[in-house]
């Protein structure tokens, strides 16, 4: 039985993200929202995975990644850090205050 004959509750937890990108990115959307999109994978994929979405930006595509890793957070052109629900850094109001995330 080969992986395309599973259901998704037969496959890893690294398999199913796979699965999902591959999905987000095959209709060319003009925007892709990633919440920890490198979670489940080994470093690798996930380097591959960035790189991915590098290139998709390049190309026109918006990306907004929610991430906990620094290195993923590093591919993106702008980067707003929240802590306890608020933006600390990277994203304030008119006035220069905090801003409720």
Not at 5 to 10: A, E, F, G, H, R
Not at 20 to 45: F, M
Not at 50 to 69: A, C, P, W, Y
């Amino acid at each position: 039985m080969g992986k395309r004959d599973l259901y998704p509750s037969q496959l890893s937890g690294g398999q199913q993200q796979l699965v999902a990108v591959a999905r987000a990115v095959i209709a060319n959307p003009k925007l892709i929202l990633a919440d920890e999109p490198t979670g489940n994978l080994h470093s690798g994929q996930g380097k591959e995975i960035m790189e991915l979405f590098k290139r998709l930006n390049d190309e026109g595509t918006t990306i907004v990644q929610v991430t906990h890793s620094e290195t993923n957070a590093a591919y993106g052109h702008r980067i707003i850090q929240l802590a306890d629900g608020w933006v600390v850094s990277g994203g304030s109001d008119q006035a220069g205050q905090r801003i409720p995330a």
